[in-house]
């Protein structure tokens, strides 16, 4: 089914609207090309033309309501402008494989409570979401919808979100319950609060910019009847931020690299083969948005109110399930729509409650590996001075359940893990004669490394490995991935980096002696990676030796 939108901006200037429409064949071209709408377009210039707002999206928008658009977009980040005038029930084209659709799913399948969790978010992307849940999810399945504020401060989310709560629950007696923060305690801990709050025998955790989608809600719930260990993730199909049209994204298991970012990750070999995209696939780990039976789920530990603003959560839930009985899985035949913001303005710089969540993460669940993660994160090994709070009764509780280790889940779960078990040192690489600047990556595309001043962040990140193998601008996380190793070109004096893998294969001067506090040569040339002036400012390179020495920011042990 084919879904079109046809953008009327420039033929309703005051009003912006998406029509959508289902399986027809109708031309954009004429309405688009309408004389009125080119002079409007002309008339009206677009007051922010570097605006992602307006890259696509607002033509002869009039110059009062571009203001609007703009300033509800710098405080949502996406377009709540045009949301306000969309339909809170409007039809989106169904997105799933055409053989979901013939499935047949148990009539006593169990009950869900769904959790929507927002702060500060549109009042009409918050009742859409609630709309499409009550559209979608059968009357007898749907128990309940918890919504979770967490201390929004924005006075549409008070009275006017509690009248409509009301309209809905005179309709359907104590469908909508409402928990508030009474101080802002992040996602983690607002996930806790609705699922405290939940007493269906399954709890679904969704974010409340989504929109759920026909025959959601069966898939999921037919898996859990079939297996009550299992945590099941719906495939996520995209909102723009700025026409709010949705895009297919393609099944896809969900995984983390070494700092417990969240990655996209292939099926198994096994579900490519079955060539069946209406089968559910194993999965490493979740992305957030998932679906457990509430009782297994508090067996195995709920979540981990330790867990602290955002970041990390759902890693840690997903490697858990997997270590202590449990298992996780991406459902195709479930869609959900989600907005992708253009920014997140709650938390502009997410980056230091993720990293604080990691290392709890890893030095909770991740045993030897837990090295990997403070590499990643280009932290010491030992007295990182970082809080990750008592983790004691999160450790009594792995005992308790005789939870596997973490080799176990790289070995049979997530195989495409590097293990960095050769890393002797990482962090930035600095020249005793210049100790403000660091050998970085330089401009990318390109493969000439540069000295540059010291910033710590990853084009500055650098590895060496019992190889002798110096990689610059990150470490691989994933054995599908590739690295870049430091060459000796053997002629000219600019170093370069290439793909270690295709360095090997082409025999380039690829390997190292360094010992912490000494020179860098190369085995093959016998030259040394050192600094030179140079016309405006020094630079990296190699020639003979001349006792310049570098050490690199963290050891994994001496040498």
Known sequence: MELISIKLAGLYANEAKIIELSGQNISTNKLSQSAHQKDLEIAVPKLYPDSFLFTKWGNGLSKEDQKEAQGLFEIYGYNAFLSNKLPLDRKLADMRDERCLAKKYPKDLPSIGVVLIYLNEALSVIKR??????????????????????????????????????????????????????????????????????TADVVAILDAHIEATEGWVEPLLARIKADRTVVVSPVFDKIHFDDLHVERYIPFSHGFDWALWCTYEPFSSHWLKMMDESQPGKSPSLMGIFAADRHFLREIGGLDGGMEIYGGE????????????????????????????????????LTPSVRRNALRVADIWLDEFKKNVMIAWDVPLKDHGIDIGDISERKKLREKLKCKPFKWYMDHVYTSLETWDN????????????????????????????LYGCHFQQPQHCYFNTDGEIIIGGLRSHKYNTNRCLVDPGSGTTPTLHECFLAKTSQ????????????????????????AQGENFYELIIQQCTGQTWRIEHLVTSF
């Open 508 to 531: 380039l001067h690829m390997h190292w002696d360094f010992k912490q506090g000494q020179e860098i040569r190369n085995k093959a040339t016998n030259r040394c990676l050192e600094i």
């Open 314 to 349: 759902n890693v840690e839930l997903g490697i858990r399930v997997w270590l202590c009985g449990g298992s996780v899985e991406v459902v195709p035949c479930s869609r959900i729509a989600h907005i992708e913001r253009a920014h997140k303005p709650y938390a502009p710089d």
């Open 129 to 198: 979401a609630i709309q499409s849940i009550i559209t979608h999810t059968p009357k007898h399945l749907l128990r309940e919808i918890i919504l979770v504020d967490d201390h929004s401060t924005y006075n549409d989310l008070r009275k006017p979100l509690q009248d409509y709560i009301d309209q809905i629950n005179k309709e359907r007696s104590g469908l909508i319950k409402k928990v508030w923060h009474e101080q802002q305690m992040g996602l983690s801990q607002s996930r806790i609060s609705g699922w405290e709050h939940a």
């Open 423 to 450: 890393v002797l040192g990482y962090g930035v690489l600095m020249n005793s004669l210049l100790k403000e600047h660091c050998v970085d990556q330089g401009a990318i595309p390109g493969n000439i490394p540069i």
